[in-house]
């Protein structure tokens, strides 16, 4: 039987490092809200069966009339996000009901390509847990509390995670109830590390960057008027 794939994209967060006093996945690039790049993509996938988008209560009416301008073809579905990611995804996993793999991606990572989401979906034949991610380009330290360096990594083992990432919906479900007190997860491939299940990393590519400052959006801009030419 084939797996029903539920694509969740998320836009509940405070934009507090976008420092521009509104929500980055509204913002334009081209003329287009950095949201609908997300959504066009899933939209577009042949693997994905529906879309949820996980936003903040009083976005709602915002995100109802974008849907009505850029008209997706699959079924798209709202759910109001919690204080935090963690709490989020775990939103939008109970709404999700009949999915049998969700596959959850930042709003604001609008260059995603079509063949890591296949690749990801793909991947989960083999493992339940997946995500696309880059090699480190930098060396990276790992430091206590007072910046004291305690040792360095291998460059060659360490990796950027990225969106999207992928996995059996039970499995993360169970995962998000067990551990939905521990402090400090900021992607849901560390629940699978704490419940013991093997996270495949798939080799992305470093244009798939989350605009986190008004910086990154402008630099977007910029490369975007350079394709045009």
Avoid at 82 to 88: A, C, K, P, Y
Wanted: glycine share 6%; with cysteine; net charge positive.
């Amino acid at each position: 039987m084939e797996k029903k794939v539920t694509a969740i994209v998320l836009m509940a967060g405070n934009s507090s490092r976008f420092g521009q006093n509104r929500n980055k996945n509204l913002e334009k690039l081209n003329g287009i809200p950095v949201i609908i790049y997300s959504l066009d993509a899933f939209d577009k996938n042949s693997q994905v069966d529906n879309i949820v988008i996980v936003l903040k209560e009083s976005e709602k009416s915002t995100i109802e009339n974008l849907l009505k301008d850029y008209k997706l073809t699959k079924d798209v579905q709202l759910v109001v996000g919690g204080n935090s990611r963690q709490e989020s995804v775990f939103n939008a996993l109970e709404h999700c009901e009949s999915a049998d793999i969700v596959i959850i991606h930042d709003g604001a990572r609008p260059l995603i390509r079509q063949q890591y989401i296949h690749k990801c979906i793909n991947s989960m034949q083999e493992f339940k847990g997946s995500s696309i991610a880059v090699k480190s380009k930098d060396t990276i330290k790992i430091a206590d509390e007072n910046g004291i360096v305690k040792y360095t990594t291998n460059r060659e083992n360490t990796w950027q995670i990225q969106t999207p990432q992928c996995f059996d919906r039970k499995i993360l479900l169970e995962l998000h109830k067990k551990y939905k007190k521990v402090e400090g997860i900021t992607d849901d491939c560390r629940l699978l590390e704490l419940g013991n299940y093997p996270v495949k990393l798939i080799e992305g590519d470093y244009s798939n960057i989350k605009i986190t400052t008004f910086d990154d959006i402008q630099n977007l801009k910029i490369k975007f008027k350079g394709e045009e030419k």
